[in-house]
């Protein structure tokens, strides 16, 4: 069982930054795959990216070069730094571990790109 709590979400105009943290209840030492998704109004929740236990990226297309996801086993966290930002970036942005039981999510955070 692991709880994940996101943060660092937020209004933000285009071309700015925002940095979101998620943090486990428990060591994701062990966890293969730490990830943020997200979900905009009418879509499907889609893979934004994704770190593997030995540091392994993954990103989608949309976000390569804009995003770099951060993985911290010593305290627990993973982080999404995101760089010029786009009004299509706008979701709710839900962190994800991976176990070999079962995905595990957080409560999502809002991110609005607006002027």
């Known amino acids: 069982q692991v709880q994940l709590v996101e943060s660092g979400g937020g209004l933000v105009q285009p071309g700015g930054s925002l940095r979101l943290s998620c943090a486990a209840s428990?060591?994701?030492?062990?966890?293969?795959?730490m990830g943020w998704y997200r979900q905009a109004p009418g879509k499907e929740r889609e893979l934004v990216a994704s770190i593997t236990s030995i540091g392994t990226t993954n990103y989608a297309d949309s976000v390569k070069g804009r995003f770099t996801i951060f993985r911290d086993n010593a305290k627990n966290t993973v982080s999404l730094q995101m760089n010029s930002l786009k009004p299509e970036d706008t979701a709710v942005y839900y962190c994800n571990a991976q176990t070999a039981v079962r995905d595990y999510w957080g409560q999502g955070t809002q991110v609005t790109v607006s002027s």
């Open positions: 428990r060591s994701i030492f062990r966890i293969n795959v």
